[in-house]
Structures are given as C-alpha cells and as structure tokens.
C-alpha cells in the first residue's frame, strides 16, 4: 500500500484519501496491519467466514474458540 500512496503524494495529492477496496484473501490480518496515512481499506468477506476475536489475556490459546461469521455481526449488534 505504501507503494500506491507514493503516486498521488508526487502529483501533489498528499491532502486527498485513497481509498482501496479489496475481498477475499486480501481480508487479512497482513492487508489490516499494513497502516498507511492517507490509505483508507474498504473489505468485503463472504458471509460464510468463520471469525474470530483474540483470546483473553493470560491465554495460551491465540484465538477465542467462539467464532462467528460477517452475517451474525450484520444481525446481532452484540458481537463487537
């Protein structure tokens, strides 16, 4: 993402957003972690992905065995 940011920012765009829209594979904690200033990710995932949160802290597990999918988060406004 860094790269694609460069093009604007030479062409005297560094006031305006980029905004990057991507699915599938590119929803991924590498795509998410990659923060760039200016950038803003738009994601779609299937329905059907089973998610997760991390686990609880002290934890030897790294996920919460509680998984849920984009379609609960869209129906319950429980799920953070």
């Known amino acids: 993402m860094p790269i ?3 093009t604007p920012d030479e062409a005297d765009g560094r006031s305006k957003h980029l905004m990057l829209a991507v699915e599938g594979s ?4 590498t795509v998410f972690a990659a923060s760039v200033p200016g950038v803003e990710l738009i994601a779609r995932a299937c ?3 089973a998610l997760c949160l991390p686990a609880a802290p002290g934890s030897c597990r790294f996920c919460d065995p509680a998984r849920f999918t984009p379609e609960q988060v869209r129906k319950d406004g429980t799920i953070p």
Do not use: D, I, P, V
């Not at 590119?26 to 904690?29: F, G, Q, T, W």
């Open 4 to 6: 694609l940011r460069t």
């Open 47 to 49: 329905k059907n992905a």
């Open 26 to 29: 590119y929803c991924s904690r």
